[in-house]
């Protein structure tokens, strides 16, 4: 098991087994956006209460749910990369963090948009909303710090320090909702008693949310891959493929 995860943490080894996997996740990843698009769009009725408004959510979910993922990712390998010193732990950490931001900046354009019609206003200081711009920020320092520090043994080590620190927002924006009085809608689909939305609804939402992860990782894929090539940049192996 030690060979086997020492092999995958290997730059080369992991360079060429991602170029394979790339072609075939990128191919689901779009098989998933067509379909989850069509049921969104097409398939799925309005709400009786949000009319044609709730279709913001086959976007605005998936991508609040990736913008923690992504985060908690990044601090998994930034925690590794502290104690084991993996390269490539490090990289996947450096690589998580602009997409993630992507995704927490979405989730919050897209909570707006939705909030107008249905609040009345495009913001409001709501213990979710507020936590998730946080979150933003978060990403934000992440990616200005490790940028701002030259050497990038120092920048990865200093990032994951602040990653780590970070995560604690991440169970706050889950269970804010729980914890305090917030405008913004409960669980509807991970919770006790079963999803409480209509299965009309529920499908193209967790297409959605699949075609979310698997662009997630054919971007870390692509992103890890240009990560290692400036990290090991005078290796023999980049020689090699670069030649």
């Given at each position: ?10 730059p ?56 923690l ?11 590794i ?22 995704f ?76 305090w ?40 894929l ?22």
């Open positions: 098991m030690l060979d086997f995860l020492h092999r995958m943490a290997s080369p080894h992991f360079y060429r087994l991602a170029g394979r996997l790339l072609p075939w996740l990128s191919a689901i990843t779009a098989l998933l956006f067509l379909s989850g698009l069509w049921g969104a769009l097409f398939t799925s009725p309005p709400d009786y209460q949000q009319g044609e408004s709730v279709r913001i959510i086959y976007v605005h979910v998936p991508a609040a749910w990736m913008s993922f992504a985060y908690v990712v990044m601090a998994v390998a930034g925690a990369g502290l104690v084991w010193r993996i390269r490539l732990a490090d990289a996947v950490a450096a690589a998580s963090a602009p997409v993630g931001a992507g927490t900046f979405l989730a919050l354009v897209t909570g707006s948009l939705w909030g107008k019609p249905m609040w009345g206003t495009w913001w409001v200081w709501d213990a979710r909303l507020t936590s998730e711009l946080l979150l933003l920020f978060l990403y934000l320092g992440y990616i200005g710090l490790r940028a701002a520090i030259e050497d990038r043994r120092n920048a990865a080590r200093a990032s994951a320090i602040l990653a780590l620190v970070g995560v604690v927002n991440i169970p706050i924006i889950h269970f804010s909702v729980e914890w009085n917030t405008l913004h809608q409960g669980a509807t689909v991970f919770r006790s008693g079963g999803p409480a939305i209509d299965p009309s609804m529920l499908l193209p939402l967790l297409l959605m949310a699949l075609a979310f992860n698997f662009y997630y990782f054919v971007v870390l692509l992103r890890v891959r240009t990560e290692l090539l400036l990290e090991e940049r005078r290796t023999n192996w980049v020689r090699e493929v670069l030649s």
